[in-house]
């Protein structure tokens, strides 16, 4: 079985490299691997420096339109491997990277399974104390998976670092567009899942993550992901109690806290936002607001506070 690895990427030339370089001497026990790198909307000279350091050991593809799930899309058609690797591009793959996917395949032959590989965040002395902190959350999900946990949960199919036959997720339809940020990967697992799929833990799959998250592009992202897990628990009401959001529905001191963030609507981000552009390295304060932004997307996206209590008893029925 030859493998494609996709990697989509927007503007990020130097961190695409470094991931680039570690998985050019990935070799598997026939060939190499298919290396396609998806340029999404790049103006940063990403394909230039690509075709510079690496020639023709990688293809560099335009997306087909904007967005994440647009450029996977893009090159899951252009793949000639029989498995997509998916990765994201931040990732440092550790050797036996590509062999350890195949691997977990091959193991599984006759059953429908995506491999979700192991994906440490690289941290320094100097690392900022969200990259220690999501460091500590990365560890606790792989410890999910690999109790199997998660192994029919939406949330399991990490898009960072997950493979699945080309066949399989071109017959699926591939990755939803309407998806446009954040949470596209969980909504394939969710269709995979529910068409018989199994997520399979596989940490000899590894590759580091190199984070380019700041504490900006964080906040941003609560918002986008509030809307489309209201979205998820609409389109597939069995996975709630594997969204994040159900476990504020588990805790009564934790209902009461998004019920003041849901009361003041934005003046609680907005607040918190103020305070952390005096207190910047403080982590607390960076945690609420983008709990306080990301409660308050949710419930309005699900239309208010009765709807989204109404969501407790599905919540607590794992």
């Given at each position: 079985m030859k493998a494609t690895v996709i990697i989509p990427t927007h503007n990020r030339r130097e961190w695409i490299g470094s991931t680039i370089a570690t998985l050019a001497a990935q070799i598997d026990v026939s060939e190499s691997p298919e290396l396609i790198v998806v340029t999404d909307r790049c103006t940063d000279g990403t394909a230039d420096m690509l075709r510079s350091r690496f020639g023709e050991r990688v293809r560099i593809i335009d997306s087909a339109g904007p967005g994440q799930p647009a450029a996977l899309n893009t090159g899951i058609a252009a793949a000639t491997g029989k498995l997509a690797i998916f990765l994201d591009d931040e990732m440092r793959a550790a050797p036996g990277f590509v062999a350890a996917h195949l691997k977990a395949h091959q193991a599984a032959a006759g059953s429908l399974v995506a491999v979700t590989g192991y994906s440490p965040v690289l941290l320094s002395p100097n690392s900022p104390p969200l990259h220690v902190y999501l460091a500590e959350r990365y560890e606790r999900f792989h410890r999910s998976l690999a109790s199997g946990e998660l192994s029919r949960a939406p949330s399991g199919f990490s898009g960072m670092n997950v493979s699945v036959p080309v066949d399989q997720v071109?017959?699926?339809?591939?990755?939803n567009t309407s998806y446009f940020f954040q949470r596209n990967d969980f909504e394939l697992g969710a269709r995979l899942i529910a068409s018989?799929?199994?997520?399979?833990?596989?940490?000899d799959a590894r590759a580091d993550q190199e984070l380019a998250l700041t504490a900006e592009s964080m906040v941003g992202r609560a918002e986008p992901r509030g809307q489309n897990d209201a979205r998820l628990a609409r389109e597939f009401p069995w996975s709630i109690p594997w969204l994040p959001f159900a476990a504020q529905l588990r805790s009564e001191s934790a209902m009461r806290r998004w019920h003041a963030a849901w009361l003041a609507r934005g003046a609680v981000g907005s607040a918190l936002g103020g305070l952390r552009a005096v207190r910047k390295d403080n982590l607390a304060l960076l945690r609420y607001e983008y709990a306080a932004r990301y409660a308050v997307s949710l419930i309005r996206s699900l239309g208010g506070w009765k709807e989204f209590t109404a969501l407790a008893p599905a919540a607590r029925s794992k």
């Open positions: 071109r017959n699926a339809g591939g990755f018989g799929y199994s997520i399979v833990y596989a940490p």
